[in-house]
């Protein structure tokens, strides 16, 4: 059991929760200046509007799958499993936005 929690699945795990989140200020950069509008303007719709966090937040998970095929190809696989757990961290609260609000 010992095996099934160790460093190397922690750290995967911490990547997979700060990524989104690390992302998500670049990604609602990138949508501004596609708009034409100014970040400050759109970094207020995205955090007065549940269901527009939640769309951007799971837009910025995909940058994950990047470190879980990195991991993956060079057979990291504790790595690999906790880019998946830290993926899965961010389940609760998309639940609660689509289902619960």
Same mark, same amino acid.
């Given at each position: 059991?010992?095996? !099934?929690?160790? *460093?190397? /699945?922690? #750290?995967?795990? +911490?990547?997979?929760? @700060?990524?989104?989140?690390?992302? =998500? ?26 269901? !527009?966090?939640? *769309?951007? /937040?799971? #837009?910025?998970? +995909?940058?994950?799958? @990047?470190?879980?095929?990195?991991? =993956? ?29």
């Amino acid at each position: 059991m010992k095996e !099934n929690f160790n *460093k190397k /699945l922690f #750290l995967g795990t +911490i990547i997979g929760v @700060l990524t989104p989140i690390l992302v =998500l200020p670049l990604l609602i950069y990138l949508l501004s200046m596609s708009k034409g509008i100014s970040f400050d303007i759109v970094w207020e719709q995205i955090l007065n509007n549940n269901m !527009n966090t939640s *769309k951007y /937040l799971s #837009l910025s998970m +995909i940058v994950n799958l @990047l470190w879980f095929y990195y991991f =993956l190809n060079r057979e990291m696989y504790h790595y690999t499993r906790g880019v998946i757990l830290g993926m899965i961290c961010f389940a609760p609260y998309m639940i609660y936005i689509y289902f619960i609000q």
